[in-house]
């Protein structure tokens, strides 16, 4: 499909259930592979991320059972070690994957060659890059300098290792370093140089390196993982919080209903402070026994400013959502997004003007005027969460076409067929 007409929105009352989570998926199935024993893995995410870190995960030796069915997979952990000592593995344009197994590999004792998408090689990597090296690492940059693709020998800790840090850019170089510090034979001390020092991302990777058997412990500045071992027999993922806010969006956006299964207010996942944004703007919220419902409101409220950086994955819904208010909405804090799948705060800007929407964009900022647009082609830039929150604005009278809509496979590839559901 190279293009999606979006209809108009027909239901008042919306009732969906969304995939696994993509950030829990791939994080259980890293620690899943780290572990003494078999991990059975529920609620699996299957998409093109997921897919790409299965295979990296089989390429490297390790024994999996993958039944999409029934969306699990059970792994077969080798304790911290790499059952193949030389391979090649590709991450797509998955960053998870490629920040994750990079640092697994480079703690391993093998020599490998990491392959990404002409998508992926754009994404930062070197400070995760330098953290590898400064522990002893051999890196060897393959076309451009700090980016994939990579070969790298891994070395194998035997000390306990105190290392340095910037997470600016992005929180997912911290997750790495403390899922695969229990390869540390002494334990992983990561010092946080950048003025952020933690996330909500970094709080559900914590989480889950405790469910699965270690233990993290952060002074405010240094974090520090202990050399325990992973074992865990079973591990349930939750639904994908990202996800359910389209459809919670949508409800606000039109005055309706919307309740997502088994989404509650108790999830790890800091999309969840969405809610709470829409909730400001004038909706109506109840975490109900089958899952968070919304209800919009007749008129929506613009908000002065909604610091996103925790929960930054939603700045396109909100700027979406930001249309339709009585005032304009300012989303601040979220330069980072700039280095995503895509420049993701130029992508707001241009598709909303070039549906007639006056903005300003800042370096870390932008400002949503609300008012009346026309039909428009919105470009995705090859960006799942482009497609899917431009697609929220499209259901009521005034029609848009999103270019390249199944580039939502990276996450939620059936996102379109629930849509022309509701239409």
Do not use: W
């Not at 370093?177 to 229990?182: A, H, K």
């Not at 005055?255 to 400001?280: P, W």
């Not at 930001?322 to 330069?335: G, H, V």
């Amino acid at each position: 499909m190279e293009k999606y007409d979006i209809k108009p929105l027909k239901t008042k009352d919306i009732k969906v259930t969304v995939p696994g989570s993509k950030s829990i998926t791939n994080r259980a199935l890293l620690m899943a592979a780290l572990s003494e024993g078999e991990c059975f893995i529920k609620g699996v995410l299957f998409s093109d991320d997921s897919r790409h870190f299965l295979k990296a995960l089989e390429d490297l030796g390790f024994e999996l059972n993958i039944d999409e069915k029934n969306k699990s997979v059970r792994v077969v952990g080798q304790g911290g070690e790499i059952p193949k000592k030389n391979g090649t593995i590709y991450v797509g344009s998955a960053g998870t994957a490629a920040r994750f197994l990079t640092a697994m590999l480079g703690l391993s004792e093998g020599e490998y060659v990491i392959n990404a998408s002409e998508q992926m090689k754009k994404r930062p990597m070197k400070p995760l890059f330098d953290v590898l090296k400064s522990m002893g690492s051999e890196i060897v940059f393959l076309e451009e300098e700090n980016a994939l693709p990579v070969k790298i020998k891994g070395c194998k800790a035997t000390n306990k290792e105190r290392v340095s840090l910037d997470i600016s850019k992005s929180t997912q170089f911290l997750s790495a370093l403390m899922m695969i510090g229990c390869m540390c034979k002494e334990g992983l001390e990561v010092a946080i140089t950048s003025e952020k020092k933690t996330g909500s991302y970094i709080d559900i990777t914590r989480n889950m390196v405790e469910e699965f058997g270690g233990k993290i412990d952060f002074d405010g500045h240094v974090y520090f993982v202990e050399p325990k071992p992973y074992s865990i027999k079973e591990y349930q993922v939750e639904p994908d919080v990202s996800a359910a806010c389209y459809f919670y969006g949508i409800a606000a956006i039109y005055g309706c209903k919307a309740l997502v299964n088994n989404v509650h207010f108790d999830s790890t996942q800091g999309d969840i402070r969405f809610i709470k944004v829409l909730e400001e703007m004038g909706c109506k919220v109840s975490d109900t026994k089958q899952g968070i419902e919304v209800v919009g409101p007749t008129k929506l409220r613009g908000l002065e400013n909604v610091d996103m950086n925790n929960f930054s994955d939603q700045a396109l819904t909100l700027a979406n959502v930001a249309i339709f208010a009585d005032a304009p909405t300012t989303i601040s804090n979220i330069a980072h997004i700039r280095g995503q799948e895509c420049d993701r705060l130029n992508a707001i800007a241009s598709n909303l003007r070039n549906m007639g929407i006056n903005v300003d964009e800042k370096e870390d900022s932008i400002t949503i005027y609300p008012g009346a647009f026309h039909s428009a082609d919105i470009e995705t830039f090859e960006d799942h969460r482009v497609a899917m929150s431009f697609t929220m604005s499209g259901l009521g009278d005034i029609s848009l076409t999103i270019l390249d809509p199944m580039c939502c496979k990276k996450t939620f590839e059936n996102y379109f067929e629930i849509i022309e559901g509701l239409c």
